[in-house]
Structures are given as C-alpha cells and as structure tokens.
C-alpha cells in the first residue's frame, strides 16, 4: 500500500481542487490519501463525492500551534469535524487569517512592494487565507522567483520584516481537543528549520506525554541526518512515524506520494480513532 497523510486542497492553501487532489492521488498510484487542509475540514465532501474506486480518503487537518513563541503544526485525523469544541476554536484560527494577511500585507506597502488585498483574495479564492497565497502574491509581482523564496526573514518567515502573527492554539489545548472529538493527532514536520525556529525535542517529549500519537518523519523538510534523529527519538518516546508530501499542487515542489507512511502504522491510526473513520472510494463523479 502508498499511503500519503498530508496534503492540501484549494479549501486552504492547495493549488489543486480536493476533486481534483483525490484524482491526482489515485493517478499517482497511492492507496490511501489524508486531506489536512490548514484548519478546516471544508474540502472533505468534494474530495468524497469525487473519490476514485481504489483511493481511501482519511478526513483531517492540519491545526495551527504555538509553544513558547514558536509555530507548529498539528495533523489531526479521524476526529468528530462537528465536535463542539474542536470546530469552535477552528473557527477561532481561520477567522483570525484574514487580518493577518491584511497586516502583512500593509507592512509590504510600506517596504514599498505594491501588493493588494484583491489581488491576495483573488489568489486565495474560496481557500482559508495564507501566507503562501501572499508569496504567490508576491511571485506574480516579480519581487521574489518562488513562493519558497518569500519565506525569508527579508519577507514572510516568522520574525520576517513583512510578517504577522495569528491566533495559534496551544498545542496541548490542540491534543486534549483533538482526543476528545475522537482523533489522533500527528506532528507535523517538527524538525523544519528552514521554516523558522522550531520546538526542542524536550517539548516533543513533554507532548509525548500529554497523549501525542505520533511525529512525521519523512517529509521534505528534513534531510537523511534529521530524519534518522527524528525516527530515533520516536522509539524512544513510543511515537508513531509518518511519512507524506504535504502537496499543495504547484505551489510547492513536492509531488503526491513522495513520501509515504508504513501500513502498520496507517493501521495503528486507524485503531486509535473514534471520531471518523477512512471512506474507500466507490467511483467518483
């Protein structure tokens, strides 16, 4: 089995639409596909309505954190998406998206780049609202080659001259909300330190403790080095390892499938879940 637990759709930060991303997937020759759009479970019924016989559609997302100044991300899969709860401070995060861009954006006006809410929004379309749509922003007006390039401390990185914070969730509020609508929940690419500063292992740990089923080993982000360390460290905690793309379509160079999760893990995931469970594909529209 290819099993694939990160990407994203036009429902957040994804090129591709999530009828789109499921045919992709199921063309790339993957098994099994989660979509974790930036939280939100927005794009689920689309990517369910059109999923390939063949494909198996885990439903997640990837949820916004923040550890002592820092950003994380959490993957979060097979939860309740109408848990009280957990749908309210979702709701919190993204609300919160629209502000941040407008801030960044203005701080870009005054570094004289003439981006505009407009054209963001149009880039964004019905997605939650990001920094890469303002990176894409900036790739159309020429002031850097790739949206990967607008994520320097000249422009968009955390600390960066044009950047904004956002509401970000605790991330062992995240855990406990996560649990309770049933979920299991996966670091995300926790040793990405071309993304900014990212949490001691010490944290992991701690996390670890406070109920963190796993940590995402391969992933683009982290080289041979790093990702030895990472599947050491998770023994040692008792973590699971996943394996992903974490695909936006073309807005990032990663390609479905380029990395991938064992099934026995997959398996595992599944077992712990209570909230949702995978669709198999019956042949979509």
């Known amino acids: ?15 591709d639409t999530p009828a ?33 016989a063949g494909l198996t559609l885990v ?46 954006i203005a701080k870009l006006n005054a570094l004289g780049v003439p981006v505009t809410w407009e054209q963001v929004a149009r880039i964004a379309g019905d997605g939650s609202v990001g920094r890469p749509h303002v990176a894409s922003a900036l790739v159309e007006l ?7 390039d607008a994520f320097t401390q000249d422009w968009l990185a955390d600390g960066g001259r044009a950047f904004m914070e956002k509401h970000e969730t605790d991330p062992f ?26 949490v001691p292992e010490s944290a992991i740990a701690e996390l670890a403790g406070a109920g963190l089923d796993g940590i995402e080993v391969d992933h683009m982000d982290h080289d041979p080095k790093t990702r030895a360390r990472l599947r ?3 023994k040692e905690l008792g973590l699971l390892v996943t394996g992903s793309s974490d695909y936006h379509g073309s807005r990032k160079t990663c390609v479905l499938g380029e990395f991938t999760t064992d099934p026995e ?18 042949g979509g529209a």
């Open 265 to 282: 893990v997959y398996g595992e995931i599944t077992r712990r879940a209570t909230g949702a469970f995978p669709v198999p594909g019956a």
């Open 59 to 104: 439903p997640g997302a990837e949820l916004s954190c923040r550890l002592d100044g820092i950003s994380m991300h959490m993957l979060a899969y097979l939860f309740d998406p109408e848990e009280p709860a957990l749908l309210a401070e979702r709701e919190l995060v993204r609300d919160d998206r629209v502000p941040r861009a407008q801030g960044m």
């Open 1 to 15: 089995m290819r099993i694939d637990l990160h990407t994203h759709s036009t429902a957040s930060d994804g090129t």
């Open 232 to 234: 050491g460290l998770a």
């Open 142 to 148: 020429g002031v850097v080659p790739t949206v990967s």
């Open 20 to 52: 789109e991303l499921v045919r992709e997937a199921s063309a790339a020759g993957l098994d099994v596909i989660a979509l974790t759009d930036h939280d939100t479970t927005r794009g689920h019924a689309e990517a369910l309505s059109a999923l390939p």
């Open 173 to 198: 509020e995240v855990l406990r909300l996560v649990k309770n609508a049933g979920g299991v929940a996966v670091f995300a690419h926790p040793a990405a330190s071309k993304r900014g500063r990212t």
